[in-house]
Structure formats: C-alpha cells, structure tokens
C-alpha cells in the first residue's frame, strides 16, 4: 500500500495521499499508509503536515463514492429497486438556486444500477429527494460519518455531518452525491465495509483480535448485497472505474472526484480523487479505500486512484492466499 501510494502520488505530483486496508470480517485495520511521510529515524524539520496520520486526522468531502450509501437508503425505503428508472435528462437541475450538473453528459433514462455505474449526480439527487432526509441522516450516522471509530487512535476526527434542521433541499440533493459532509478515509472505509459484510457494522481496531466479536446490523443483508452487486458494474466495460480491475477477482467498488473548498468557495481547478471497493465479491474479505488530494494533470478518480486499488488489492488478496473467484474471466 506505502508504495503504491507514494509512486502516484509522485506521478501526479499530489499534495497528498491515504490509503486504509480493512479486514472484512474482524474489523482489523490492515494498512494506514500516507503520502508525503517521512523516516522516524531521520525526521525532518519542515512541518508540512507529514507528520499526521491523514487517513484518520484530515477530513474532505468525499463526492460520489457516498452514492452506494444513498442507493442503500433508495432499496431500504421499498420505493426502489436496482432495476427503477430515473429521468436525468438533460443532464443539469436546479435545486433551490443551485445547478446540478453530469460533467456536461445527458444519460437520459437510467435505473439505479447506472445511477452507480455513470456515476451520475441527477440521479443520485433525485432519488435522494424523493426520499425522508431524516431518514438518510439517521443512516449516515449509523454507518459511522459525523463520529469516531472505535479504534482509539488520537487525534481521529469526528468529520462533519450537518444537523438535520439544515437540511434545505439543496443540501438534500447535494448530500446525495457526497457534498456537504466531510468524512476521513478511515470513515469512508468502514463504511464499505458494512456494505460487504452482510450490513453488518464492525468494531475497527489496529490490534490483532485474538477472539471474534460481534458486529451491529446497520441495513439488510439483501439491501448491501444488491449494492455490491451493483458496484460490479462500476468496475466493468462501461463503468467510471474499470481500471480497478484485479484479474481473477470480482471486483465491486466506486470512484469519486470531488472539488476541494476553499475560503472563497470551491476550487475548480483542484480535486480529490478517490476509489473505494471491495473484494472478491462473492465472499468479501477486504476493503481498499484509495484518497488522492490535489492530483495535476488527471484529476478523475477512476484514472488517478482506481489503478492503486488494483495494485493494493491484487498484492494483498495474493498474501493472504484468498482463493480466486472469478477465473473464467481470466481464461477468457
């Protein structure tokens, strides 16, 4: 993961990198690597924040890698089903004085799956808006956002998640797509992870777990799988992230690309790239969540991070001997 990280960032001459390596199954926090670091032997006396833990003290909004939670909402709410449609012609919204845009693109009539796979902010902000506000607050909270985890380490951030009585309409629709909420990328992993576990909630902790422990159902067993199911397609022909691929592997996972804010607003010329996922679909074992700040040249996170991922998790997958499960893509 350290080196996988530090080769892009440097390759995109990024002000920063994290990248968190989740156990499934225990909660364990496998890898917490950062860009720029730094020798404990030699440290430098410039301080330019390498000295931080990032993936656990900074924060940033996210942007669509939180779609897969407001999906979760749309299928727990018995209102949707992945195969629903929804108009996002043509391609820009007005909500409450705001524009909502898909990058210039019109995807015209799409079901959630695509909502997912195109990565599509109409979709995803009209779905949300169709849906109790409290409700998705509520499930932000219980998949871990706006508060720490348990793993004790000093200094993680609680993230920012707004209180409900400011929840406009344009905060709805904005929070569908990852704006308006800052997570860490110890958060944002978690998160996955209960999306792959059956919806159950994992204690996180840095330390071996010598015994099992018990986990908190946060959504449906049906509801998270049909999610992974759906977060397939991001990785496949036609999804923003298909250069996450791990050969062998199913692969279920989301990009996101997310303007950073700055004290005169956002900052259209700087971003965080970002891909999360899963793997192998089929029996879950890690979670692999992929932070880039400030890339230059490339900025989507399905160019920028989603190629970590594959690194990472294909290494990782292989040293702890976990089993292929989708060979005959190999053979073919």
Same mark, same amino acid.
């Given at each position: 993961?350290?080196?996988?990280?530090?080769?892009?960032?440097?390759?995109?001459?990024?002000?920063?990198?994290?990248?968190?390596?989740?156990?499934?199954?225990?909660?364990?926090?496998?890898?917490?690597?950062?860009?720029?670091?730094?020798?404990?032997?030699?440290?430098?006396?410039?301080?330019?924040?390498?000295?931080?833990?990032?993936?656990?003290?900074?924060?940033?909004?996210?942007?669509?890698?939180?779609?897969?939670?407001?999906?979760?909402?749309?299928?727990?709410?018995?209102?949707?089903?992945?195969?629903?449609?929804?108009?996002?012609?043509?391609?820009?919204?007005?909500?409450?004085?705001?524009?909502?845009?898909?990058?210039?693109?019109?995807?015209?009539?799409?079901?959630?799956?695509?909502?997912?796979?195109?990565?599509?902010?109409?979709?995803?902000?009209?779905?949300?808006?169709?849906?109790?506000?409290?409700?998705?607050?509520?499930?932000?909270?219980?998949?871990?956002?706006?508060?720490?985890?348990?793993?004790?380490?000093?200094?993680?951030?609680?993230?920012?998640?707004?209180?409900?009585?400011?929840?406009?309409?344009?905060?709805?629709?904005?929070?569908?797509?990852?704006?308006?909420?800052?997570?860490?990328?110890?958060?944002?992993?978690?998160?996955?992870?209960?999306?792959?576990?059956?919806?159950?909630?994992?204690?996180?902790?840095?330390?071996?777990?010598?015994?099992?422990?018990?986990?908190?159902?946060?959504?449906?067993?049906?509801?998270?799988?049909?999610?992974?199911?759906?977060?397939?397609?991001?990785?496949?022909?036609?999804?923003?992230?298909?250069?996450?691929?791990?050969?062998?592997?199913?692969?279920?996972?989301?990009?996101?690309?997310?303007?950073?804010?700055?004290?005169?607003?956002?900052?259209? /010329?700087?971003?965080?790239?970002?891909?999360?996922?899963? !793997? =192998? @679909?089929? #029996?879950?074992?890690?979670?692999? $969540?992929?932070? &880039?700040?400030?890339? /230059?040249?490339?900025?989507?996170?399905?160019?920028?991070? !989603? =190629? @970590?991922? #594959?690194?990472?998790?294909?290494? $990782?997958?292989? &040293?702890?001997?976990?089993?292929?499960?989708?060979?005959?893509?190999?053979?073919?």
């Amino acid at each position: 993961a350290f080196q996988a990280l530090k080769k892009q960032v440097r390759r995109y001459h990024a002000a920063s990198g994290s990248v968190v390596v989740l156990d499934v199954k225990t909660g364990e926090i496998l890898a917490d690597v950062n860009q720029p670091s730094y020798n404990p032997n030699d440290r430098p006396k410039m301080h330019d924040g390498r000295f931080r833990n990032r993936a656990l003290t900074d924060i940033f909004e996210p942007g669509s890698t939180m779609k897969p939670f407001t999906i979760a909402l749309a299928l727990a709410s018995g209102k949707y089903t992945p195969t629903t449609t929804v108009n996002t012609s043509p391609g820009r919204m007005e909500v409450g004085g705001y524009t909502i845009k898909d990058d210039g693109l019109d995807h015209g009539i799409i079901n959630l799956t695509q909502v997912l796979q195109k990565s599509s902010n109409i979709g995803a902000a009209k779905i949300m808006l169709s849906l109790s506000p409290h409700r998705y607050w509520e499930l932000l909270r219980e998949f871990g956002f706006g508060q720490r985890s348990a793993s004790a380490f000093p200094g993680e951030a609680y993230g920012t998640l707004l209180a409900r009585r400011t929840w406009y309409p344009s905060v709805v629709a904005a929070l569908a797509y990852g704006y308006g909420i800052a997570v860490s990328t110890l958060q944002l992993a978690h998160g996955y992870q209960i999306l792959a576990d059956h919806g159950v909630k994992m204690p996180l902790t840095f330390i071996e777990r010598d015994q099992p422990v018990s986990g908190t159902q946060v959504i449906s067993a049906k509801v998270s799988r049909e999610v992974l199911k759906m977060l397939e397609t991001v990785v496949q022909k036609g999804g923003t992230g298909w250069r996450a691929k791990v050969p062998g592997y199913r692969v279920a996972g989301k990009t996101g690309t997310a303007y950073i804010a700055g004290p005169k607003g956002y900052n259209k /010329k700087r971003f965080i790239a970002s891909f999360v996922g899963v !793997a =192998p @679909v089929s #029996s879950p074992r890690l979670v692999v $969540a992929v932070i &880039i700040r400030d890339p /230059k040249g490339q900025h989507f996170g399905g160019i920028v991070s !989603a =190629p @970590v991922f #594959s690194t990472i998790m294909s290494g $990782a997958l292989r &040293i702890l001997n976990v089993s292929p499960d989708d060979l005959a893509a190999v053979a073919s």
